[in-house]
């Protein structure tokens, strides 16, 4: 296996932060890195600056002036939406951070549009642009860039601390190592391969290597987040389904369908049959701007010969799991370090429940803690990699990979792949196994995806369908976190329903903490022993 190869790497490079991902909050990291005078190494899965679900559209941002009362309109607006999980000392540093992360992209030249009054309008940045000025602004910075190179494993020193990553070149099948003093994960989410746009690569698998680390996970009931999209698309850009009507086959509106608990009402009527929307709430001159702050969103109309303003489509649910659900890696303190010596955590990787509690982050609020998290977890990562003087990558490190890398039996079996994430999907995206939760489904699905966790351990890949093979495995481990977790909650709150037990209990407003790999665990954390600032 590739871990255990010993021979000489395409790539093998040393540095004082290495980033994996390179999205918002891994080129946040990286730059705030590099402009601490670290040597800077990031990697990721396609190309950087076009790859993920910020790059693919429109991204609204959590972007609120230091104005007293806006401030505090702007933290109240989710807290009983999340359960009142929040902690509001993060809350005031994202803003901080956001507001001023987002003047400065003006500063590098980001073309932010200006509203009616003539002043700059802050409040949302088009992917595409955004991504191409953040991949520049990485490289002015000096940061090496390896692109289409998803990192497979952690690389750890004989004390257990973290020492760089190898992966693979995906064009070339070609190793790459690099030994760093510190590591910054930043990969996303897990949609679970759910076509959800922008989401293909997201398969949580910083996660899975954060946990062969011995990383722990937080927040993984609050995973189950589905984006309404045309059942012949895979655009889940919610914003504009404000102005919908959604109807029954036969034209009859759904009651309730376009208010907070419209996604529920929406899944349980897809359950029996189909549904329908038309954008006929937004007036005739909004529907230009509309086109112009979205135009992926029309893109698949438009293909279609629908117009969605004046045309009924059908719709569906598509899982965007921990990506815009606010499930993640557990973090320590305010540096955005992991509980594993050198390994920090940004963007959706990590756990946004500190700033959204139990309810989605998508949009605004995902994209100010990727803006945040990614800096204060890129300048934490250099200051880090300071104490190691000039000695730090000479220390012995080996990889820490297990599934797919590592068999526990001596006779493994060849790993259908294929199979295994066709069986993961089978679990999480059905809206009567993972939207409306019981005991019995959840327990039932379990049983299933301990096995499938075993099959994944006692197998051997060819070097070939290794990534993908380890994308597999992250999927698996992410969804027994996520239904341990969601056992573990006998309540609802937040995104988290749970049929068997409807109500909020006041005894459970806490964390739940959860790790582990052949043996999951799951234990509950008080609010304010969780994390502080």
């Known amino acids: 296996m590739l871990s255990k190869l010993t021979i000489d790497w395409e790539v093998d490079l ?24 670290a040597k800077v190494v990031l990697v990721d899965k396609g190309y950087c600056g076009t790859t993920g679900c910020a790059a693919a559209s429109g991204n609204g941002v959590w972007y609120v002036p230091p104005e007293p009362e806006a401030r505090e309109a702007a933290m109240a607006s989710r807290e009983s939406l999340g359960g009142y999980l929040a902690h509001r000392q993060w809350m005031r540093r994202v803003l901080d951070q956001t507001y001023a992360n987002v003047n400065l992209l003006a500063d590098w030249g980001y073309p932010f549009p200006t509203d009616d009054e003539g002043k700059p309008y802050r409040r949302s940045l088009q992917g595409p642009e955004y991504m191409k000025l953040m991949r520049r602004q990485i490289k002015r910075a000096g940061v090496k860039i390896l692109d289409h190179s998803p990192a497979l494993e952690l690389l750890v020193d004989e004390a257990g601390v973290v020492a760089g990553a190898t992966g693979v070149n995906r064009q070339t099948n070609k190793g790459w190592r690099v030994r760093s003093l510190a590591v910054v994960i930043a990969t996303g989410g897990c949609a679970f391969l759910s076509k959800a746009l922008g989401c293909n690569v997201l398969t949580g698998d910083g996660y899975l290597m954060a ?5 722990e996970m937080s927040g993984m009931e609050f995973s189950n987040a589905y984006g309404i999209s045309p059942a012949f698309s895979s655009v889940t850009k919610t914003l504009f389904y404000n102005w919908a009507t ?12 376009g208010s907070q608990r419209g996604r529920s009402l929406i899944a349980k009527t897809l359950l029996e049959q189909p549904v329908y929307a038309i954008i006929d709430k937004a007036a005739e001159e909004m529907r230009s701007s509309m ?14 010969g629908i117009d969605p303003f004046t045309q009924r489509f059908p719709v569906t649910l ?15 303190d305010e540096t955005c370090a992991t509980s594993v010596k050198g390994l920090y955590a940004a963007g959706d990787a990590a756990t946004r429940e500190l700033i959204c509690g139990g309810f989605t982050g998508g949009g605004s609020h995902n994209a100010a ?3 945040s998290s990614g800096y204060w977890s890129g300048e934490s990562a250099a200051e880090y990699a300071k104490t190691w003087g000039n000695k730090g990558n000479q220390r012995q490190a080996q990889g820490l990979g297990q599934a797919a890398f590592q068999p526990r039996t001596a006779h493994p079996h060849t790993l259908a792949t294929d199979e295994v994430i066709q069986a993961v999907q089978a679990e999480v995206f059905p809206y009567d196994r993972n939207l409306f939760r019981t005991e019995q489904g959840l327990s039932d699905s379990l049983g299933r995806l301990d096995y499938l966790w075993g099959e994944v ?18 999927m698996v481990a992410t969804a027994r976190w996520m239904y341990n977790s969601a056992l573990e909650r006998k309540e609802t709150r937040g995104m988290h329903k749970h049929q068997d037990y409807p109500h909020q209990d006041a005894n459970q407003q806490h964390h739940l903490i959860s790790g582990g790999l052949d043996q999951v665990w799951v234990k509950s954390q008080p609010i304010e022993n969780l994390v502080g600032v």
């Not at 946990?211 to 990383?215: D, H, L, S, T």
């Not at 086109?291 to 279609?304: G, H, I, K």
């Not at 598509?318 to 320590?332: A, F, K, N, S, Y």
């Not at 351990?457 to 495995?473: F, G, H, P, T, Y």
């Open 14 to 37: 040393e540095t004082d932060v290495l980033v994996v991902g390179g999205g918002p909050a891994g080129t946040w990291a990286a730059w705030s890195a590099a402009s601490r005078g």
């Open 211 to 215: 946990a062969e680390a011995g990383a």
């Open 246 to 257: 959604f109807t029954y086959e036969d034209g009859t509106p759904i009651p309730g369908a």
């Open 291 to 304: 086109r112009l702050a979205q135009p992926n969103f029309f893109l698949p109309f438009d293909r279609a």
């Open 318 to 332: 598509r899982l965007e799991g921990t990506v815009r659900g606010t499930g993640g890696i557990r973090i320590i």
């Open 369 to 371: 803690w990727a803006i």
């Open 457 to 474: 351990r006692d197998s051997q890949v060819e070097n070939k369908q290794l990534i993908k093979a380890r994308e597999a495995a992250a």
